[in-house]
């Protein structure tokens, strides 16, 4: 169970990932060793799944992000399992959902190109052993918010009235 302590935590966290465990601590009003221990306790109960670095996709030679909803002709969980596994390993993906509704997968796909994308739709769509029926593509324009991680203020407000201290 979290509290108000750790969500602050978890939100500090989440804007700057680089904060040292002091810059941290004093942000919350914790003790360092305190502080320190949370984070660990809160990594070992899998509320921080890691840490990364936000890329910038197109001085990566990246700089073409679409969604794609993707249908399969057989919903058979063996042709599911063939998907997916390919779709893993392709470089260009960078998410996957598995979606209801009259699409099975919303994709995430980062490439050089239109001319790699497309390249990489006709490959799925030509490969009988992966039984995609329909691609539908989105282009991605430009970013007009970029995910900045998941809303805590509700949950911060909702456990602010019983803060743990050390």
Known sequence: MIDALDLKILAALQSEGRLTNQALAEQVSLSASACHARVRRLEKEGYIAGYRAMLKPE????????????????????????????????????????????FDYLVRFMAASIEDYQALTENLIDNAELGVGQVMSHVVMRTVQPFGGIPLEGLLAAAGSSPTTE
């Open 59 to 102: 001085l990566l030679g990246r700089p073409l992000t679409v969604y794609a909803l993707i249908a399969l002709e057989r919903h058979g969980r063996q042709g599911q399992k063939a998907f997916e596994a390919h779709l893993k390993s392709l470089p260009e993906v960078t998410e996957c959902f598995e979606l209801s509704g009259q």
